[in-house]
């Protein structure tokens, strides 16, 4: 299952995804918005996609966001622990998004993308596969880490390659 979620700056796109979806045999929920209303705040619905991903008794059940620039409703959806949104301005920016960092919401820029650009960055997205490369499994060990306030002092050097 894909969650939907749009403010209003994404929501024009959003829509005209929805039918690529179907065509896809990609089974979706819309959790809003459901009609335009610039009045609407991005929070709203990066925060309920997030947390249906993370409610979600399926690994595979991820989100995807849209509002003007991807970035506020990225930063509202990594609010929540577990949540891995990335933002998908290009088809490599999301293919690595699964790879390196096994992205579980993909977030698109409804003001910059046009609907073709996304159905190919989308496509992208729900056909790669994390890695499970090494480097990158100890990278999101880091996140859980943190997420979890089990953070090591900088003289633990977390960071090393």
């Known amino acids: 299952m894909i ?8 929501f024009r796109l959003k829509e005209s995804l929805k039918p690529y979806l179907q065509e896809l045999g990609v089974a979706f929920m819309d959790l809003g918005n459901h009609s335009y209303d610039p009045t609407d705040d991005y929070p709203d619905y990066g925060y309920r996609v997030a947390q249906h991903v993370m ?3 399926d690994p595979v059940d991820r989100g995807l966001l849209f509002c003007g620039n991807a970035e506020g409703i990225c930063i509202v959806a990594n ?17 690595t998004t699964r790879t390196d960092d096994d992205s579980n ?6 003001r910059v993308l046009t609907a073709e650009e996304a159905r190919k960055i989308i496509l992208v997205w729900l056909q790669t596969p994390f890695s499970g490369e090494t480097r990158h499994v100890r990278r999101l060990d880091k996140i859980k880490q943190i997420e979890k306030k089990e ?3 900088v003289s633990e050097n977390i960071y090393e390659n």
């Open 55 to 57: 409610q979600s008794n």
């Open 79 to 95: 609010k929540v622990g577990g949540i891995r949104a990335a933002i998908g301005y290009n088809e490599y920016a999301a293919r």
């Open 3 to 10: 969650f939907l979620g749009s403010d209003h700056a994404g």
């Open 151 to 153: 953070i090591p002092s």
């Open 105 to 110: 919401i993909l977030c698109l820029p409804g």
